[in-house]
């Protein structure tokens, strides 16, 4: 059962499909995928907010850094669908903008603290003992700080920017990945073929990349779709704390946080990059719930 | 006489869990000649599998503690470095496992499982290794060995497993085969092929052969010579024929006694060893079988017994030998 996932899992990250005369792993995969509404329905928002951030340029109807300070705050209208904002910028170009930064950092935070998680927390695992107390222990005194404190610390000492965000944000998640990877590999370096490939004469290194690593994919696939929602999260809370991005790069974030003193003569500043971030990470959740569906063996 | 491709000299193999000293194997001592069979026979908790573990350094080396010799061609690999025994693994020694149901692994093709056990030990490329991968799943009978090459483990049975294991553990032509209890999980019509396959092959390729088992019939048909083990210790080895013939210890005989014999009388019973294998943990301190021999007197619980060496390489370890004993 488990075999099933895993051996898809393996073929996504290899790139390369297996075509079988019956069913392909991938095809069932592809199949399972379909029939869970969650995933398909994440999907396939995440599909339309890629490509608004994507085509931007082309889809923005006004330049986003422009301003035009005689509509300043004026409601949404025909010529500004969303509205314009306190410096006269139409708001629904610089969501669209804002989905490239929100995207990018998403993804390249959960892109670093997956690489490091994954390494801390196969390392842990699979020697356990001394090496385990150590890197666990580090991993826990991070995880009892609450992340955004953390991410705020950081920010502090590495400056702003959307780098430094991401920086901080991949840092503040370690601790998540290399927990759930510890978990997995723990588990499943008790199996015999891992034993078996011991006895083949494999070095650690192979056993721990080739022969463990494959078969924990599926609960780090899941976690780290979920884990770009909650670093989008954070990097609009960073910009609206004004650390994250700065200004006048569209950032929804930054955006939510300069709209802040207006929000009660033009609450419409507010509204849309507030809905615009929750759609994202709702989209990004519900992913990650239908995958996990998908890949559990227990459901098959 | 031959020099012995495998000399194991008072082997010790003790966990230490917490405070507790498991002593799984407990001084023993066989050797295995180039291209012989020899048998390892005895009850779940005997110390078979820990003494086929020991031999292939895979014993987790945090609470094992291994004392004594395993010379393999001459050469301790005890005190090997763990590059050494990397290199001895899979080419020199492999292992065939019990359990064919896990122990592929499910995240490749088994035609890739294959490869990668000649990759590991020789510069060859991707595609002479897959060449070479196709040809062993021939030589273990699979049929379609092109097309089953590129199936995962979940797609093929039990019986197919096995074989693809039979086929990595053989595809480096190893010297020394050892098989843990390779038919146990498998049907009772496929563990036939399967035992037949292993000894066809280990001849085939002159692969000399440690097979667990505690199967006395397996034994009969494919060694040449046997060790029981009991509580972590050989009570009883020699040549298969010789055991067979006129068994000394108690175990032994009480182990024969347990399958059904063709000879046996109509309505006789199969035998029981009443009692179950001592704690490794806390074993007593004369013979570990008195409390289940019923041949025990006062002096098997008192002391433990040294192993007699007898004629043809025949040790026994029983104070009372049955069987008349001419040494």
Same mark, same amino acid.
Request: glycine letters at 8%; a neutral charge.
């Given at each position: 059962?488990?075999?099933?996932?895993?051996?898809?899992?393996?073929?996504?990250?290899?790139?390369?499909?297996?075509?079988?005369?019956?069913?392909?792993?991938?095809?069932?995969?592809?199949?399972?995928?379909?029939?869970?509404?969650?995933?398909?329905?994440?999907?396939?928002?995440?599909?339309?907010?890629?490509?608004?951030?994507?085509?931007?340029?082309?889809?923005?109807?006004?330049?986003?850094?422009?301003?035009?300070?005689?509509?300043? $705050?004026?409601?949404?209208?025909?010529?500004?669908?969303?509205?314009?904002?306190?410096?006269?910028?139409?708001?629904?170009?610089?969501?669209?903008?804002?989905?490239?930064?929100?995207?990018?950092?998403?993804?390249?935070?959960?892109? $670093?603290?997956?690489?490091?998680?994954?390494?801390?927390?196969?390392?842990?695992?699979?020697?356990?003992?001394?090496?385990?107390?150590?890197?666990?222990?580090?991993?826990?005194?991070?995880?009892?700080?609450?992340?955004?404190?953390?991410?705020?610390?950081?920010?502090?000492?590495?400056?702003?920017?959307?780098?430094?965000?991401?920086?901080?944000?991949?840092?503040?998640?370690?601790?998540?990945?290399?927990?759930?990877?510890?978990?997995?590999?723990?588990?499943?370096?008790?199996?015999?073929?891992?034993?078996?490939?011991?006895?083949?004469?494999?070095?650690?290194?192979? %056993?721990?990349?080739?022969?463990?690593?494959?078969?924990?994919?599926?609960?780090?696939?899941?976690?780290?779709?979920?884990?770009?929602?909650?670093?989008?999260?954070?990097?609009?809370?960073?910009?609206? $704390?004004?650390?994250?991005?700065?200004?006048?790069?569209?950032?929804?974030?930054?955006?939510?946080?300069?709209?802040?003193?207006?929000?009660?003569?033009?609450?419409?500043?507010?509204?849309?990059?507030? $809905?615009?971030?929750?759609?994202?990470?709702?989209?990004?959740? %519900?992913?990650?719930?239908?995958?996990?569906?998908?890949?559990?063996?227990?459901?098959? | 006489?031959?020099?012995?491709?495998?000399?194991?000299?008072?082997?010790?193999?003790?966990?230490?869990?917490?405070?507790?000293?498991?002593?799984?194997?407990?001084?023993?001592?066989?050797?295995?000649?180039?291209?012989?069979?020899?048998?390892?026979?005895?009850?779940?908790?005997?110390?078979?599998?820990?003494?086929?573990?020991?031999?292939?350094?895979?014993?987790?080396?945090?609470?094992?503690?291994?004392?004594?010799?395993?010379?393999?061609?001459?050469?301790?690999?005890?005190?090997?470095?763990?590059?050494?025994?990397?290199?001895?693994?899979?080419?020199?020694?492999?292992?065939?496992?019990?359990?064919?149901?896990?122990?592929?692994?499910?995240?490749?093709?088994?035609?890739?499982?294959?490869?990668?056990?000649?990759?590991?030990?020789?510069?060859?490329?991707?595609?002479?290794?897959?060449?070479?991968?196709?040809?062993?799943?021939?030589?273990?009978?699979?049929?379609?060995?092109?097309?089953?090459?590129?199936?995962?483990?979940?797609?093929?049975?039990?019986?197919?497993?096995?074989?693809?294991?039979?086929?990595?553990?053989?595809?480096?032509?190893?010297?020394?085969?050892?098989?843990?209890?390779?038919?146990?999980?498998?049907?009772?019509?496929?563990?036939?092929?399967?035992?037949?396959?292993?000894?066809?092959?280990?001849?085939?390729?002159?692969?000399?052969?440690?097979?667990?088992?505690?199967?006395?019939?397996?034994?009969?048909?494919?060694?040449?010579?046997?060790?029981?083990?009991?509580?972590?210790?050989?009570?009883?080895?020699?040549?298969?024929?010789?055991?067979?013939?006129?068994?000394?210890?108690?175990?032994?005989?009480?182990?024969?006694?347990?399958?059904?014999?063709?000879?046996?009388?109509?309505?006789?019973?199969?035998?029981?060893?009443?009692?179950?294998?001592?704690?490794?943990?806390?074993?007593?301190?004369?013979?570990?079988?008195?409390?289940?021999?019923?041949?025990?007197?006062?002096?098997?619980?008192?002391?433990?017994?040294?192993?007699?060496?007898?004629?043809?390489?025949?040790?026994?370890?029983?104070?009372?030998?049955?069987?008349?004993?001419?040494?």
């Amino acid at each position: 059962m488990e075999a099933n996932i895993e051996v898809k899992k393996q073929i996504k990250a290899n790139g390369h499909v297996h075509v079988d005369k019956v069913k392909g792993p991938f095809a069932e995969f592809v199949e399972r995928f379909m029939k869970s509404r969650s995933a398909v329905i994440g999907l396939g928002i995440l599909i339309v907010l890629i490509c608004c951030a994507v085509f931007a340029p082309i889809l923005a109807p006004y330049n986003p850094y422009e301003s035009n300070l005689p509509i300043a $705050l004026q409601a949404p209208s025909a010529e500004h669908i969303l509205g314009v904002d306190e410096l006269g910028r139409d708001i629904f170009s610089r969501i669209l903008y804002g989905a490239q930064v929100s995207l990018v950092v998403g993804v390249e935070a959960v892109t $670093l603290a997956l690489f490091f998680g994954i390494l801390l927390g196969a390392l842990a695992g699979f020697y356990g003992g001394k090496v385990d107390t150590a890197i666990m222990g580090v991993m826990d005194v991070m995880l009892s700080f609450p992340s955004i404190l953390l991410a705020l610390a950081f920010m502090t000492v590495l400056g702003r920017g959307i780098d430094k965000a991401v920086i901080a944000i991949g840092i503040v998640s370690i601790p998540q990945y290399a927990r759930i990877v510890r978990g997995s590999v723990l588990s499943v370096k008790e199996n015999v073929y891992v034993t078996a490939a011991r006895a083949i004469g494999n070095n650690d290194r192979r %056993l721990i990349f080739v022969h463990i690593l494959p078969n924990v994919l599926a609960p780090i696939i899941v976690r780290s779709t979920i884990g770009i929602s909650e670093a989008i999260l954070e990097a609009a809370a960073l910009g609206f $704390l004004g650390l994250g991005v700065m200004p006048p790069t569209a950032e929804w974030g930054t955006m939510l946080g300069a709209g802040r003193q207006t929000i009660f003569n033009a609450p419409h500043i507010v509204t849309f990059p507030g $809905l615009a971030i929750t759609l994202t990470v709702m989209a990004f959740n %519900l992913l990650g719930d239908g995958l996990r569906d998908v890949l559990d063996p227990r459901l098959k | 006489m031959q020099i012995p491709l495998l000399q194991i000299n008072q082997l010790q193999t003790h966990f230490h869990i917490g405070k507790r000293v498991v002593k799984a194997v407990d001084g023993i001592s066989i050797s295995v000649n180039p291209g012989e069979t020899m048998a390892l026979v005895g009850e779940s908790g005997s110390g078979k599998s820990v003494t086929a573990m020991s031999i292939m350094r895979l014993l987790p080396e945090a609470i094992t503690k291994t004392q004594g010799e395993i010379l393999f061609e001459g050469r301790d690999m005890l005190k090997m470095s763990m590059e050494e025994i990397r290199d001895i693994r899979g080419k020199h020694i492999s292992m065939i496992f019990q359990e064919p149901m896990t122990s592929l692994n499910p995240a490749y093709t088994i035609g890739e499982q294959i490869s990668e056990a000649v990759r590991v030990h020789s510069n060859v490329d991707k595609k002479t290794a897959w060449n070479k991968a196709v040809e062993m799943l021939e030589l273990v009978g699979i049929p379609a060995a092109v097309q089953r090459a590129k199936e995962y483990p979940h797609q093929m049975s039990g019986g197919m497993r096995q074989r693809v294991m039979i086929a990595i553990s053989l595809v480096c032509n190893p010297r020394l085969l050892l098989a843990d209890e390779p038919t146990t999980a498998l049907d009772v019509t496929i563990q036939a092929q399967i035992l037949d396959l292993i000894i066809k092959l280990a001849k085939e390729f002159n692969t000399a052969l440690i097979m667990i088992t505690h199967d006395l019939g397996v034994v009969a048909e494919i060694a040449q010579n046997m060790a029981v083990m009991y509580a972590g210790r050989i009570v009883e080895q020699g040549r298969v024929a010789d055991v067979f013939a006129n068994p000394h210890h108690p175990y032994t005989v009480g182990l024969m006694d347990s399958i059904p014999r063709l000879d046996g009388g109509k309505k006789q019973r199969l035998h029981t060893i009443e009692g179950v294998v001592p704690d490794l943990s806390a074993l007593p301190m004369g013979c570990t079988f008195a409390d289940r021999c019923e041949y025990a007197k006062e002096k098997c619980r008192e002391e433990f017994p040294a192993v007699r060496v007898l004629a043809n390489a025949r040790q026994v370890a029983c104070h009372y030998p049955l069987g008349g004993i001419e040494s």
